[in-house]
């Protein structure tokens, strides 16, 4: 089975652009679609992203999905920060038998 | 309009039975994954097992195999999570997802917090 490592905690101004990283552990990042979930505290999760760059209706365009095959990673970025965005982002990726989640980044909007 | 709702909150004792709910609406039941996901206190998340309840094909994260019980009723549209003796360690929050084909979970229940101690 592969791991999926997220930095713990980002921070960032209103306004600004944020980045959050997701790496795989072993096995290419291309291989297997890339989820990212948004958790608000006290609520469950939503998605934002799915198979690696399309957004559920609903979900603004400030929010983008990519992958990178050099760094084995996919990453999540979110332009135009406001204090709604404050919250935890989940990478998660499925390899055939096993559903795998990142440990989570906090996302401090300053 | 897709709705998953899950049983309410629990609190037990070590040792003690149990079993959480999750019934859907507005899509074809049998025709989806369900899965669970462990959220223990401050903790993320993590992929407990999934079920198809059309044909009661059931799968486990090793992590969790042989500690539950996935199971599903096609009938009245309700996914099922039990535990035969819990541990103070599985107070967390418990939630359901539907899964798509590609491995994402695109609606989510509300949550049931489990909370066991003495």
């Known amino acids: 089975n592969f791991m999926l490592t997220q930095p713990h905690s980002v921070s960032e101004s209103p306004g600004k652009t944020v980045t959050i990283s997701c790496t795989r552990s072993s096995g290419s990042i291309a291989s297997n679609y890339v989820q990212w979930y948004q958790q608000r505290p006290g609520s469950a999760p939503t998605t934002v992203i799915y198979?690696?760059?399309?957004?559920p209706s609903g979900v603004p365009d400030r929010f983008s999905g990519s992958i990178d095959s050099s760094s084995n990673s996919a990453s999540l970025t979110i332009s135009g920060l406001s204090s709604e965005d404050e919250a935890d982002y989940y990478c998660q990726s499925y390899d055939g038998s096993n559903w795998v989640f990142g440990g989570g980044t906090k996302l401090t909007v300053l | 309009e897709v709705q998953l709702v899950q049983s309410g909150a629990e609190v037990k004792k070590p040792g003690e039975s149990l079993k959480i709910s999750c019934k859907g609406s507005g899509y074809s039941f049998s025709s989806y994954w369900i899965a669970w996901v462990r959220q223990m206190p401050g903790k993320g998340l993590e992929w407990m097992g999934i079920i198809y309840s059309g044909d009661s094909d059931t799968r486990y994260s090793p992590s969790f195999q042989g500690q539950v019980t996935i199971s599903a009723d096609k009938s009245i549209s309700t996914a099922y999570l039990q535990w035969s003796s819990l541990k103070a360690s599985d107070t967390a929050m418990y939630y359901c997802?539907?899964?798509?084909?590609?491995?994402?979970?695109?609606?989510w229940g509300q949550g049931t917090l489990v909370t066991v101690s003495s």
């Open positions: 997802a539907r899964t798509l084909s590609s491995g994402w979970f695109d609606f």
């Open positions: 198979e690696d760059n399309q957004r």
